[in-house]
């Protein structure tokens, strides 16, 4: 792994948390259900928060930029949710939860300069990323930039969040996995329990299904299993994942990174102190060692 892919893996790591912080946050719940959503499940918020920035998105356009889900449960809350709040208050509300959220969080953890320092470095890393074929990064990217520096750095997490999902999208399709098969071979190699995945939708005959099509392929042995070959493949996409996310990086070089990854150092650590995110990645379907959604 080039210098900058392992740099690429290693902000995925320290970013994600503060990015999905929105979707488990208290604060974050308490203002979905002050836009009239229903918040006994995260569902409703998490594809308005998370969909807002395409504007009033529907389940086919969901369904291609969020891959992974299930079609069908995409359509128990697309469009509906927009007829709870249209795309643009739900844009103020989420800077309305983050900036309750991080301000919890952060206090005593970053100084004000630091936390300017850090939303400065970034940004910067968000502005280089590049967008060509990434709709969620894109859409993240034309949105104003905040005036706050704990809300600067929420949404540059987010662009690179999305950015990196994006591609690595990319990386699933280029390897011929579906979006079933996706998450069969992710649970497969031990990244995530396959319980972790019930809330994406698909059917008990879905999941059996893309176990037997990946069976055929060599990825799963006989016991259920992954073989050494899912497992080198999944490798693989992650490398190519690391390689499409690199570019932000580059661009802000080793020695910039290496100084936001100390700053967000604090903020991580009270995000994963604050225990509301949950062990395995979800979100994202790569490799990762921190918890988030």
Same mark, same amino acid.
């Given at each position: 792994?080039?210098? =900058?892919?392992?740099?690429?893996?290693?902000?995925? $790591?320290?970013?994600?948390?503060? $990015?999905?912080?929105? =979707?488990?946050?208290?604060?974050?719940?308490? /203002?979905?259900?002050?836009? %009239?959503?229903?918040?006994?499940?995260?569902?409703?918020?998490?594809?308005?928060?998370?969909?807002?920035?395409?504007?009033? @998105?529907?389940?086919?356009?969901?369904?291609?930029?969020?891959?992974?889900?299930?079609?069908?449960?995409?359509?128990? =809350?697309?469009?509906?949710?927009?007829?709870? &709040?249209?795309?643009?208050?739900?844009?103020?509300?989420?800077?309305?939860?983050?900036?309750? @959220?991080?301000?919890?969080? /952060?206090?005593?953890?970053?100084?004000?300069?630091?936390?300017?320092? &850090?939303? *400065?470095?970034?940004?910067?890393?968000?502005?280089?990323?590049?967008?060509?074929?990434?709709?969620?990064?894109?859409?993240?990217?034309?949105?104003?930039?905040?005036?706050?520096?704990?809300? /600067?750095?929420? !949404?540059?997490?987010?662009?690179?969040?999305?950015?990196? %999902?994006?591609?690595?999208?990319? #990386?699933?399709?280029? +390897?011929?996995?579906?979006?079933?098969?996706?998450?069969?071979?992710? @649970? @497969?190699?031990?990244?995530?329990?396959?319980?972790?995945? /019930?809330?994406?939708?698909?059917?008990? !005959?879905?999941?059996?299904?893309?176990?037997?099509?990946?069976?055929?392929?060599?990825?799963? #042995?006989?016991?259920?299993?992954?073989?050494?070959?899912? $497992?080198?493949?999944?490798?693989?996409?992650?490398?190519?994942?690391?390689?499409?996310?690199?570019?932000?990086?580059?661009?802000?070089?080793?020695?910039?990174?290496?100084?936001? &990854? !100390?700053?967000?150092?604090?903020?991580? +650590?009270?995000?994963?102190? &604050?225990?509301?995110?949950?062990?395995?990645?979800?979100?994202?379907? *790569?490799?990762?060692?921190?918890?988030?959604?």
């Amino acid at each position: 792994m080039s210098e =900058y892919l392992a740099v690429a893996r290693r902000m995925w $790591h320290l970013l994600e948390p503060l $990015h999905a912080t929105l =979707y488990f946050a208290p604060e974050a719940r308490q /203002v979905a259900a002050g836009l %009239g959503h229903e918040v006994a499940s995260r569902w409703p918020s998490y594809f308005a928060w998370r969909t807002a920035p395409l504007g009033a @998105a529907g389940p086919e356009l969901v369904a291609a930029t969020y891959y992974t889900f299930s079609p069908r449960m995409i359509t128990r =809350y697309l469009p509906r949710i927009w007829t709870v &709040a249209e795309p643009a208050k739900v844009l103020d509300a989420r800077l309305v939860a983050m900036d309750r @959220a991080l301000t919890a969080l /952060v206090d005593g953890r970053l100084t004000t300069a630091q936390l300017t320092e &850090a939303a *400065g470095l970034a940004r910067q890393a968000a502005e280089n990323a590049g967008t060509a074929a990434r709709p969620l990064a894109a859409a993240n990217r034309d949105l104003p930039w905040p005036d706050a520096p704990h809300l /600067v750095l929420w !949404q540059a997490a987010t662009v690179l969040r999305e950015h990196r %999902g994006d591609g690595h999208l990319a #990386a699933l399709l280029t +390897c011929e996995l579906d979006p079933c098969e996706a998450l069969v071979s992710f @649970a @497969a190699i031990g990244a995530a329990p396959a319980a972790d995945f /019930v809330g994406r939708g698909w059917s008990a !005959q879905e999941w059996s299904d893309a176990r037997h099509r990946l069976a055929a392929r060599g990825w799963i #042995a006989p016991d259920g299993t992954a073989t050494d070959r899912a $497992h080198k493949e999944r490798e693989a996409i992650e490398r190519t994942t690391d390689r499409l996310a690199a570019g932000p990086w580059r661009a802000l070089g080793h020695s910039r990174a290496e100084r936001l &990854a !100390q700053l967000l150092t604090p903020l991580l +650590c009270a995000v994963f102190e &604050a225990g509301y995110l949950p062990r395995h990645s979800t979100l994202g379907i *790569g490799r990762v060692k921190v918890g988030h959604l």
